[in-house]
């Protein structure tokens, strides 16, 4: 029986390793120092427990639907690793459309960490300098860049009602960090980081 077919829920030691994982990397480049930064990473935090306890615990998300929409339901077997994904499950269980998803979602969530792992570097070799060279030519805050694309990747690998509504407040909240944070700036570099602001994106490059 190929793993697709079978049930692979009830592995909390995998549901339990996969959020400390992101929860010390997350931790590790935050390094949260204000009430704001605890309530950025606790949000994270709640997106990864949702998102790795439905994934591999209990799929909350196929019970909830499936006691609403009984037979109409698009699977018939909603409790298969595959039938759990609720992008295949609304696809009628397309393993194809898995094929697609899975390899997609983690060039997202590895691009996600390549891009903070650039910014982290340009940064501390910056020596308490404006960096505006490297990625931040491109944009000026590769790390929540690189988180969006994160939560943009494991909202492709494994969509949850609970990963669905929280995923936004996670970006508004990135933006309102983003912005403290650029307020520092500009009480440090003055008119040289207004001007930088000018021209380079936030988050998207080439996007203003």
Request: without cysteine; glycine residues 8%.
């Amino acid at each position: 029986m190929h793993f697709l077919d079978s049930n692979l829920y009830g592995l909390w030691g995998t549901v339990l390793f996969n959020i400390l994982l992101f929860g010390i990397f997350t931790y590790a480049v935050f390094k949260p120092t204000t009430k704001r930064d605890w309530r950025t990473l606790g949000a994270f935090t709640a997106f990864m427990v949702a998102l790795f306890s439905e994934m591999f615990g209990f799929p909350l998300t196929v019970y909830f639907l499936t006691s609403i929409l009984g037979s109409n339901y698009p699977v018939l077997d909603p409790l298969t690793h595959l039938n759990g994904h609720l992008w295949v499950a609304l696809a009628g269980g397309s393993p194809l459309l898995y094929s697609i998803l899975h390899p997609l979602s983690s060039i997202l969530i590895f691009s996600g960490l390549f891009v903070i792992a650039i910014g982290w570097r340009g940064i501390h070799s910056g020596n308490g300098e404006l960096v505006t060279q490297g990625i931040y030519k491109y944009i000026r805050h590769p790390q929540y860049s690189g988180f969006i694309l994160m939560i943009i990747g494991f909202l492709v690998q494994w969509p949850t009602i609970i990963t669905l509504v929280t995923a936004p407040i996670l970006l508004f909240m990135y933006a309102k960090l983003a912005k403290k944070e650029e307020l520092i700036m500009i009480e440090l570099f003055g008119e040289e980081y207004e001007n930088y602001r000018k021209n380079v994106p936030a988050f998207i490059p080439f996007i203003k």
